[in-house]
């Protein structure tokens, strides 16, 4: 497949945690709408045991998360707890439309320049080089049947926690052999999911892409 990377989070089993020191539930909370896109409400509940944690009572926390299919990310999530009280994080002023291009002209006084020879290691975020526009320009569905060796990432235990997900898009430059020389985030939804990501990727291997019959360097998605 092209360098595009989806990643969730896996919701933690319900029932007994921590050695039986509490109790997981988890509740369907249905369907609702945010900002015009539908969204998936859960509700995970945890109980600790009187006693476990050096307390007296029962502490009870609860996390609502609103998942949107459509984006892949929560949209909303609200986390109640009597020892810390209520967390609310929610997207806002969301929108869907192309970005003005004045936000990614170089300001004055400034230039796009950089040189990379060919045995360099994989570069992530380097400016573009000369080099690099040689290199032939294929769409997404070319790159995935070039594909050979792919290799899952992890997902981060930081984004795990926090139930960040989302999909990692990158720019790559596909060498002669089929290894990455090149990388650069397009969009990632999160910093340790994109160190994760591009740590799997650089390990991709593709076919080499043949132009009259000879190997030649390819920049995709």
């Known amino acids: 497949m092209s360098p595009a990377i989806t990643l969730r989070p896996r919701s933690p089993p319900v029932g007994p945690i921590g050695d039986g020191t509490g109790f997981r539930s988890r509740e369907n909370l249905g369907n609702d709408v945010i900002d015009g896109l539908k969204v998936i409400g859960t509700r995970d509940t945890i109980t600790i045991n009187a006693g476990a944690v050096g307390n007296s009572q029962s502490p009870i926390s ?17 986390r109640k707890d009597p020892r810390q009280g ?11 439309a192309e970005p003005d291009p004045a936000l990614f002209k170089v300001p004055a006084g ?6 990379r020879s060919s045995t360099d290691p994989v570069q992530q975020g380097a400016p573009i080089s ?6 032939v320009q294929v769409s997404p569905g070319v790159a995935q049947g070039l ?3 792919r290799v899952a990432p992890e997902y981060p235990g930081p984004a795990r926690q926090l139930r960040i997900q989302g999909q990692v898009l990158f720019s790559v430059v596909i060498g002669k052999s089929g290894t990455i020389k090149d990388i650069r985030t397009i969009t990632s939804p999160d910093k340790s999911i994109t160190d994760s990501a591009i740590s799997a990727v650089t390990q991709w291997r593709y076919r080499p892409y043949l132009l009259n019959g000879s190997p030649v360097e ?4």
Do not use: C, H, K, M
């Open 62 to 78: 609860a996390s609502e998360f609103w998942y949107s299919p459509d984006l892949q990310v929560n949209l909303a999530v609200t």
């Open 86 to 96: 209520t967390q609310v994080i929610q997207v806002g002023e969301l929108s869907r």
């Open 110 to 115: 400034f230039v796009i320049e950089g040189v």
């Open 130 to 135: 000369s080099e690099d526009s040689l290199a």
């Open 147 to 149: 594909l050979i060796l």
């Open 218 to 221: 390819v920049q995709s998605r």
